[in-house]
């Protein structure tokens, strides 16, 4: 089992960058597939990137591609979301997940057992 904790949201301008973190419990975490959803008001939790260490495999959603990179350092247990570019559409809460032992990087939010409490991040223009 594995706890996640995000940190790093908050409010920037169009064009801005923020850089989210998520820092998990565990000795195992390389064994995890981690990603990011974001979910804003009135709206249902969408896919934003993950990562496979064990498939080597990274995929991010249309929306955020060239803007958002996802990275991970295994021995800190951490995964980032290095935002740049921000547009107000990317208001929304975020969420760090993850899933135990599978090579793939899965986009939908069920397939992902564990889940951090989530970050703000606001957009003003």
């Known amino acids: 089992q594995v706890q996640l904790v995000e940190s790093g949201g908050g409010l920037v301008q169009v064009g801005g960058s923020l850089r989210l973190s998520c820092a998990a419990s565990?000795?195992?975490?390389?064994?995890?597939?981690v990603g990011w959803f974001r979910q804003a008001p009135g709206k249902e939790r969408e896919f934003v990137a993950a990562n496979s260490w064990i498939g080597g495999n990274t995929n991010y959603a249309d929306s955020v591609k060239g803007r958002f990179t996802i990275s991970r350092d295994n021995a800190q247990n951490t995964v980032t979301l290095q935002m740049n570019s921000l547009k107000p559409e990317d208001t929304a809460i975020y969420y760090c997940?993850?899933?135990?032992?599978?090579?793939?990087?899965?986009?939908?939010?069920?397939?992902?057992?564990?889940w951090g409490q989530g970050t703000q991040v606001t957009v003003s223009s």
């Open positions: 997940a993850a899933v135990l032992l599978i090579a793939t990087v899965p986009t939908r939010a069920h397939e992902y057992h564990y």
């Open positions: 565990g000795r195992t975490f390389r064994s995890y597939t």
